[in-house]
């Protein structure tokens, strides 16, 4: 399985943005970048995913470096609900043998008020 | 909309006891289906995974096993609790690229 590698733990304060970074560089060409975040007590919830470019929806956006071996989770404002683990993961494009989704240890985002 | 069901929330169960944790989705047929299990303090480990009825791919030895009886029910078994058995389980099922997670199921063995 691709590895990824995110720092443990991050702060940030209430209403700024957050930009949480992770490094992939044995990425393959097929590997999709997909962001979970996990609420304490609660199953993973997606955030985002992507492939090659830049990726909007309204709960983040995700930046790609051009060589795909890092990107970045971007919180447009931080607010108090978005502390929580945040995972960065690797999974090869959809197949008959199904996407394998692996998790790290993630990035513990705290938001102070 | 699909959905998917995991019960029980919680579960404490005596070493050497057997497990039966059951998971199913709606609203989608054909799904990938898995479990994971998150020990206190740590990551999620992928314990099993199946793209199809009977098919079950094995992760990580241990004493648990999974079954995919119909398209969109994956149980989780055990025939005799460990006390390392205790976690956080996670039953998850994608559709291409995305995946979606149950509430999972604490367990403690004692």
């Known amino acids: 399985d691709a590895k990824t590698t995110q720092p443990n733990s991050m702060e940030s304060n209430e209403e700024e943005p957050v930009h949480l970074p992770c490094n992939h560089s044995t990425i393959s060409g097929t590997d999709y970048i997909h962001w979970y975040r996990q609420l304490p007590s609660q199953g993973p919830e997606y955030v985002i995913h992507g492939l090659t470019s830049n990726v909007n929806n309204r709960m983040a956006s995700l930046a790609i470096a051009e060589d795909r071996k890092s990107s970045t989770l971007i919180l447009h404002r931080a607010t108090l609900r978005d502390a929580a683990v945040y995972y960065c993961?690797?999974?090869?494009?959809?197949?008959?043998?199904?996407?394998?989704?692996?998790f790290g240890t993630g990035t513990s985002l705290t938001v102070i008020p | 909309s699909q959905t998917i069901h995991q019960w029980p929330a919680t579960l404490v169960q005596p070493v050497g006891s057997p497990l039966s944790l059951e998971c199913t989705v709606e609203g989608t047929s054909n799904p990938n289906l898995y479990w994971y299990r998150q020990a206190a303090g740590r990551g999620l480990q992928l314990l099993f995974y199946?793209?199809?009825?009977?098919?079950i791919s094995s992760e990580v030895p241990q004493n648990l096993s999974a079954s995919r009886p119909q398209d969109r029910q994956f149980i989780l078994s055990s025939k005799k609790l460990l006390l390392s058995d205790s976690g956080f389980y996670l039953c998850?099922?994608?559709?291409?690229?995305?995946?979606?997670f149950g509430q999972g199921t604490r367990l403690t063995v004692v």
């Open positions: 993961i690797l999974s090869p494009t959809w197949g008959t043998t199904g996407n394998q989704f692996y």
């Open positions: 998850a099922w994608s559709y291409r690229v995305e995946a979606f």
């Open positions: 199946s793209v199809g009825i009977g098919q």
